[in-house]
């Protein structure tokens, strides 16, 4: 968000907060240049009566000029009295700001928040009822901040990438988000049909959205991270606001029983092969539960120390060149190419975790699975799926994960 940061763009929509003080009168701000040369009427010479003061129009901004040390989260508000507005300009090395005029000319609201350590002018012009016109100039300058107090956003899925129907949005922060509340309210995801969802903060780093149930084939997504200037506590703030767009492809979904040894592969409901596979044996079974493809290589290498098994066990494995690997957890699980264990493969389960299959098999998934396909498993001894294990976010009721949102 800094001027001095070269991640650093553009702004944001202005808070609601501000907006308040707009309607509650700007009471702590200067007032406006009163028309020139405007007379007061003495009164009325006949009667000795003195009448009331003529009403000085007034421009009115919500932050006083010369002020320095503003609050980048601050939203410029300007307010007439006695007058009608009819353009407020605000310009800085960090750009302009734009704004909206309210139809009746007595207020004008910024569209967006304030860049740090810069330098603003605000130049208001108004004209009374009487044709005369009032202007404002007001100079101030803006807390600078360091990039430690500023937070970025990153996305996933891509902008502009086709992904499975079990893809989350995932959103990480590069420094802490300690007012989780206050930023989700900047963060929106709409869909197209449109879908229900919501926020799940995996940790003040981390966030997720997903819908209630899992996306529909072909749909449209926009994920708007408003979040540039908004205070995310402890004297963090946005530093940058993101737009992602990207799009749902297929319904891919992965059905593994361990008790039969078969996966079955459905897209877009109808099954198109059922293939054998071998999972985890006793004592690395593989994890229970709903899990999304992470990543894909065509081909990894696979050491045992990854996963906890020393080098000089029994158990200890170093290959080079494990073909067509989709990764479905952080912990180490994948689908992939398992040439070693064929004979096995639709009769008993002997890898140490993984889903594997005959290479042609393997590469035959390989080549149709995107990331966000969904592999659904059962039958396994072993622990069940989590939501933090990769994208486990299926892992849990709507209910209860609409219960991590911060709002």
């Known amino acids: 968000m800094t001027a001095r940061s070269v991640r650093r763009p553009g702004a944001a929509v202005a808070s609601l907060s501000l907006l308040a003080l707009v309607s509650a009168g700007l009471s702590a701000c200067e007032s406006g240049s009163a028309l020139p040369g405007s007379q007061q009427d003495s009164g009325d010479p006949s009667t000795g009566a003195t009448a009331e003061p003529a009403a000085q129009p007034r421009l009115r901004l919500n932050v006083r000029r010369g002020a320095s040390e503003v609050p980048v989260d601050t939203v410029l508000a300007v307010r007439a009295e006695h007058a009608s507005l009819e353009t407020v300009t605000v310009s800085s090395e960090a750009g302009a700001v734009e704004g909206e005029l309210a139809s009746d000319g007595a207020t004008w609201r910024a569209d967006e928040r304030l860049e740090p350590g810069a330098a603003y002018t605000v130049r208001s012009v108004g004209r009374t009822a009487a044709g005369d016109e009032v202007t404002r100039v007001a100079r101030f300058t803006t807390a600078d901040l360091s990039l430690a107090e500023q937070t970025y956003a990153s996305i996933a899925p891509l902008d502009g990438e086709t992904v499975g129907v079990g893809m989350p949005v995932v959103v990480t922060f590069d420094v802490p988000v300690t007012d989780r509340a206050e930023f989700e309210r900047h963060m929106h995801v709409q869909s197209t049909p449109r879908q229900a969802g919501t926020w799940h903060w995996v940790s003040d780093s981390e966030a997720h959205w997903r819908p209630r149930t899992y996306w529909k084939a072909g749909t449209q997504v926009h994920v708007d991270l408003d ?52 999972t985890g044996k006793p004592g690395f079974e593989t994890r229970n539960g ?21 080098a000089g066990s029994s158990e200890a494995y170093d290959i080079d060149d494990v073909q067509w690997a989709m990764r479905l957890t952080y912990s180490g699980e994948f689908i992939h190419a398992a040439p070693w264990s064929v ?15 005959s290479t042609a098999d393997a590469g035959w998934l390989y080549a149709m699975t995107r990331r966000g396909d969904v592999v659904e498993t059962v039958g396994t001894e072993g622990d069940d799926m989590t939501l933090t294990n990769g994208y486990g976010d299926w892992n849990a009721s709507f209910k209860e994960y609409r219960e991590g949102s911060a709002l």
Request: net charge negative; proline share 1%.
């Open 227 to 278: 979040v540039n200037g908004v205070a995310a506590g402890e004297g963090v703030y946005g530093q940058h606001d993101r737009e992602i767009d990207f799009q749902v492809g297929d319904a891919h979904v992965y059905r593994v029983d361990a008790r039969t040894h078969q996966m079955k592969v459905f897209s877009n409901g109808e099954l198109l092969r059922t293939l054998p596979v071998t």
């Open 290 to 310: 709903v899990k999304v493809i992470i990543e894909k290589f065509d081909e990894k290498r696979m050491n045992s120390e990854t996963v906890g098994i020393s």
């Open 343 to 357: 004979g096995s493969q639709g009769r008993a389960n002997v890898s140490h975790g993984c889903t594997g299959m």
